[in-house]
């Protein structure tokens, strides 16, 4: 029996000529924290470097680009090293894009929440990317995103109830959703490190030119693929209230200290001027 029976990649063939200037680029955030940007999404590697096979990867970033990650995971923990499983954040083309392929060269389990399993499993594609939704370039852009669900089949699994994420010890998942129904964030208690997925994000990621030059900024969600607003706000606020000391998000760059605290308690007051657009098809008006 093939054990790749089963898995559909609805990102074949689905890349994007979109790039920042932090394409390519990895950075060390913590010594088992590693960010890495691929074109405009970022993916992170948790783990010691010196424990080749004691890794776990967030996310996958955008389609037709499991070579690079691959690359990149093989330059940090070895030749040949593969993680002990794919933690997804949510479903989003642009968060599950190698998935599949990456599935197939790795044979490892994937995990994701429940309520993201209907976009994992083939069964239900995302709402339609909001074009009209205000915004610069990328949300003009974002009707050309791809929202059919990738099928993983039997290779993925909903994360644990009691919060804890399989070969993440210390790390714990929170719902956070807004963004998707079944967006996840990832906290580590001991030194209060947050991967936070888009849940809020440090760039203002509906303008071309800021996701290009990846000007930092703490944002709420990306606006032209957010559904629930009031959801998306109260995910905020959970986040900012665990105090973060040290944020990797799903877009920009990482933050840390003062700037991440200031600009974090700063989104939750602004956030219905600051992160709702002021119209688009998903906004209450």
């Known amino acids: 029996m093939n054990s790749h029976e089963g898995l559909q990649d609805t990102m074949e063939n689905k890349s994007m000529p979109m790039t920042s200037i932090t394409s390519g680029m990895g950075q060390e955030v913590l010594p088992d924290l590693y960010c890495f940007t691929d074109q405009i999404v970022n993916v992170v590697l948790v783990g010691n470097p010196d424990q080749e096979d004691h890794w776990v990867l967030v996310d996958t970033g955008m389609p037709e680009t499991a070579n690079r990650i691959v690359a990149v995971a093989e330059k940090r923990f070895g030749e040949n090293s593969k993680p002990q499983a794919i933690i997804l954040t949510h479903g989003h083309f642009d968060h599950?894009?190698?998935?599949?392929d990456l599935v197939e060269k790795w044979e490892v389990p994937v995990y994701a929440h429940e309520a993201e399993l209907p976009f994992l499993t083939g069964k239900l594609s995302y709402p339609e990317p909001d074009g009209s939704v205000e915004g610069g370039l990328v949300a003009k852009m974002s009707p050309m995103?791809?929202?059919?669900?990738?099928?993983?089949?039997?290779?993925?699994?909903?994360?644990?109830a009691d919060g804890s994420i399989p070969h993440m010890q210390g790390w714990r998942w929170i719902h956070t959703p807004g963004h998707a129904p079944g967006h996840i964030s990832l906290f580590r208690d001991q030194d209060r490190s947050l991967i936070a997925g888009d849940a809020f994000i440090t760039v203002k990621q509906d303008s071309l030119y800021k996701v290009t030059t990846q000007e930092k900024e703490?944002?709420?969600p990306p606006r032209y693929l957010t559904t629930d607003w009031d959801a998306a706000r109260e995910s905020v606020k959970k986040l900012a209230a665990l105090k973060p000391t040290v944020a990797v998000t799903g877009h920009g760059q990482p933050v840390s200290g003062k700037e991440l605290t200031t600009g974090l308690n700063q989104l939750v007051r602004e956030f219905d001027s600051r992160a709702i657009p002021d119209y688009g098809r998903y906004v209450k008006h």
């Open 96 to 100: 599950v894009g190698a998935v599949v």
């Open 145 to 160: 995103f791809p929202n059919e669900p990738v099928n993983l089949g039997t290779h993925v699994a909903v994360l644990p």
């Open 218 to 220: 703490i944002n709420g």
